[in-house]
């Protein structure tokens, strides 16, 4: 079992910088890949960005350039950079984790991109 927390989500300006964190903990054992994801309101969730556990990172079309996932495995953490933010941005963003093909959720963590 893995529980992820989320946080780092806020109010932001268009333009400013975020960064949220995802501390795994329980069985941290054996997580291979880790990323994010969001659901903005009145659309379906969408994958964000992932990073596995050697290293190997992929990032959405619509963010590649102003985001960037970063792990930390001596903290069982994954972070998640943004920057240039816009009002497209704002949505609920929820970490995710898959350990021996399963796949776990956070509860998510609120980013509001003001315009």
């Known amino acids: 079992q893995v529980q992820l927390v989320e946080s780092g989500g806020a109010l932001v300006q268009v333009g400013g910088s975020l960064r949220l964190s995802c501390a795994a903990s329980?069985?941290?054992?054996?997580?291979?890949?880790m990323g994010w994801s969001r659901q903005a309101p009145g659309k379906q969730r969408e994958s964000v960005a992932s990073?596995?556990?050697?290293?190997?990172?992929t990032i959405a079309d619509s963010v590649k350039g102003r985001f960037t996932i970063s792990r930390d495995n001596a903290k069982n953490t994954v972070y998640l950079q943004m920057n240039s933010l816009k009002p497209e941005d704002t949505a609920v963003y929820y970490c995710?984790?898959?350990?021996?093909?399963?796949?776990?959720w956070g509860k998510g963590t609120l980013a509001t991109v003001s315009s």
């Open positions: 329980g069985s941290t054992d054996s997580i291979n890949n």
């Open positions: 990073i596995s556990s050697g290293g190997t990172t």
């Open positions: 995710k984790a898959t350990r021996y093909s399963r796949l776990y």
